[in-house]
Every structure is written in C-alpha cells, then in structure tokens.
C-alpha cells in the first residue's frame, strides 16, 4: 500500500482526518464569485459561501478540476515512484473525470487509474473508503481498480432539498415553479441515476422527506453490510435524525456523517439532507 496513492476531489466530502491519515490526495475544485476565486475545501468556509448565496439573486460559479493541475498532482506522485488509484465525481455532472483523463494521457503512463464514481458528494467519499479497505487487505491494485468500477455502479445518493430558492438561483426551476413549491411546503427528493440528477419523488415536508429518504434505501436494496452515511450542509439536527431513523429501521450499529462542501452547497443551499449507500 505504501506504494499507491488515493487521489480524488474536494466534493468527495472526505473529512479531514480521513485525509490526513490515509493520505489522501485531494484536487480541490473552484468556486468563482464577483470575480475572485476560491479552492473548494481550501480558502472558502461553507459560511461565507453561504453568505454569497443570500447576497445575491445569481450563485456563484463553479469549476471542474483542470487537466494541467491534475497533471501537477499526478507527475508529483509518479516521480516519487507512486501508483495512482484517482476517484472522481460523476462525469455526468462535471469535466473533472475528463481532465484527470487528459493528464494522464500527457504522461503517458500506465501507473495511474481513474474511476467515474458516477455520483456526487460522499458517495465518491465511500469509494475512497472502499479502496483504502481493500488496499490494507493486500488487494493487488488490479483487483482494487476492478473493485471500485463493480462497486461504482451500486453506490447511491439521495438528497432532500428544503429550500428551492438556490436551485431557482441557478436556473434550475423558474420563479413560479419555486413559489408554488413553497406554498405547498414541496421538498424534492434528488437522487442520481446512471451518472445524471434527477427528481426522485416531491413529498410535502422536510420531516416527510428525511422519512422517504430512509424508505429509499429499502427500494435501491441497500447493503447493510457496507458503510452507510448521511450529510448536510448546516441542517445538523436533520442530519442526525435521519441516521437515527435508519440506524432504527435497518438495524445497524455505526453511520458515518459527513458535511457537503462548498460546491455542493453551491446548487443545494445550507439546507439539503442526504443519504450515501452502497445497494447489493
């Protein structure tokens, strides 16, 4: 293991003592707003991110991990000796996948492997965790890298949205969509399917959403003998009855929390609730 190298992205959501232990190599992607730009996980705190999302009637942007740092990253590792096992967010959603791609193809190498997580947030999080698992088994890193792309086709992610305000912000919904939602209390259930977002079910309530989110576990055939984490922005006690509920319904002893980041919280707002698992 002493040989290879995780790197992923800033929205796998790792915590920081994940990082720091396993050595984790993380490529932070950005956030861009009224000109100045900031390194998702790095120099913008959720807070202020949180603040540029209610100054202003447009969110800021963001932006994929570029070729010429992953470059940077992976030459680095390489000229250390390293082997690279690289996870990243859904190529449906961002070009980070493709930029990895492309530095490693300006290598030319054959010691790096890069793995679509096909989600978003701690659900790439969770195959990070999946190879650090297997690599201190003694998987050969062939066994891992098939691992990883068997398993990134079972890993799910759901999400409740309180506040449709920020998705309205980024063009998502329109005005009249959003207001509608808002009388009748309407929280989205997103989830991702084949790399891509899509709407799940509408439920009226964000206590009824944390309940549907525990039931969608059921229906996705969820593997309780894998890790099973919720997250949030800001919504900590949300967050906590959500683990509650399943640690309840399906019988299991430990989840992980975890907290979205910067990008995450960029299109979602501070009041999103999730869920990440793997199905069987």
């Given at each position: 293991?002493?040989?290879?190298?995780?790197?992923?992205?800033?929205?796998?959501?790792?915590?920081?003592?994940?990082?720091e232990?396993?050595?984790?190599v993380?490529?932070?992607?950005?956030?861009?707003?009224?000109?100045?730009?900031?390194?998702?996980?790095?120099?913008?705190?959720?807070?202020?991110?949180i603040?540029?999302?209610?100054?202003?009637?447009?969110?800021?942007?963001?932006?994929q991990?570029?070729?010429?740092?992953?470059?940077?990253?992976?030459?680095?590792?390489?000229?250390?000796?390293?082997?690279?096992?690289?996870?990243?967010?859904?190529?449906?959603?961002?070009?980070?996948?493709?930029?990895?791609?492309?530095?490693?193809?300006?290598?030319?190498?054959?010691?790096?492997?890069?793995?679509?997580?096909?989600?978003?947030?701690f659900?790439?999080?969770?195959?990070?965790?999946?190879?650090?698992?297997?690599?201190?088994?003694?998987?050969?890193?062939?066994?891992?890298?098939?691992t990883?792309?068997?398993?990134?086709?079972?890993?799910?992610v759901?999400?409740?949205?309180?506040?449709?305000?920020?998705?309205?912000?980024?063009?998502?919904?329109?005005?009249?969509?959003?207001?509608?939602?808002?009388?009748?209390?309407?929280?989205?259930?997103?989830?991702?399917?084949d790399?891509?977002?899509?709407?799940y079910?509408?439920?009226?309530?964000?206590?009824?959403?944390?309940?549907?989110?525990?039931?969608?576990?059921?229906?996705?055939?969820?593997?309780?003998?894998?890790?099973?984490?919720?997250?949030?922005?800001?919504?900590?006690?949300?967050?906590?009855?959500?683990?509650?509920?399943?640690?309840?319904?399906?019988?299991?002893?430990?989840?992980?929390?975890?907290?979205?980041?910067?990008?995450?919280?960029?299109?979602?707002?501070?009041?999103?609730?999730?869920?990440?698992?793997?199905?069987?």
């Amino acid at each position: 293991m002493e040989n290879i190298v995780i790197v992923t992205d800033s929205t796998a959501d790792l915590s920081k003592d994940i990082i720091e232990k396993h050595g984790v190599v993380v490529a932070p992607l950005t956030v861009t707003y009224k000109g100045m730009s900031y390194k998702d996980g790095v120099d913008l705190s959720i807070d202020e991110l949180i603040s540029f999302l209610d100054e202003s009637d447009e969110l800021p942007k963001t932006s994929q991990v570029n070729p010429k740092e992953f470059y940077d990253v992976y030459k680095k590792l390489i000229d250390e000796g390293k082997e690279i096992i690289s996870i990243h967010l859904s190529s449906g959603v961002s070009g980070t996948f493709q930029s990895a791609n492309i530095a490693k193809e300006m290598l030319n190498t054959d010691k790096i492997h890069i793995i679509d997580s096909k989600v978003v947030s701690f659900g790439t999080g969770l195959l990070v965790l999946l190879a650090i698992e297997l690599l201190k088994q003694g998987k050969a890193i062939k066994e891992v890298v098939d691992t990883l792309k068997e398993y990134s086709k079972k890993v799910r992610v759901a999400f409740a949205v309180d506040d449709l305000e920020y998705i309205k912000k980024g063009g998502r919904l329109s005005g009249a969509q959003a207001t509608i939602a808002k009388i009748l209390n309407i929280k989205p259930i997103i989830h991702m399917e084949d790399g891509k977002l899509y709407v799940y079910d509408k439920v009226r309530g964000l206590k009824r959403a944390i309940e549907r989110l525990t039931e969608y576990l059921e229906e996705m055939d969820v593997d309780t003998s894998k890790p099973i984490a919720v997250g949030t922005v800001s919504y900590f006690e949300e967050r906590e009855q959500l683990g509650t509920m399943v640690k309840e319904r399906y019988n299991i002893e430990k989840i992980l929390n975890f907290i979205a980041g910067t990008v995450i919280a960029t299109y979602s707002g501070p009041g999103v609730v999730g869920i990440c698992f793997f199905s069987k």
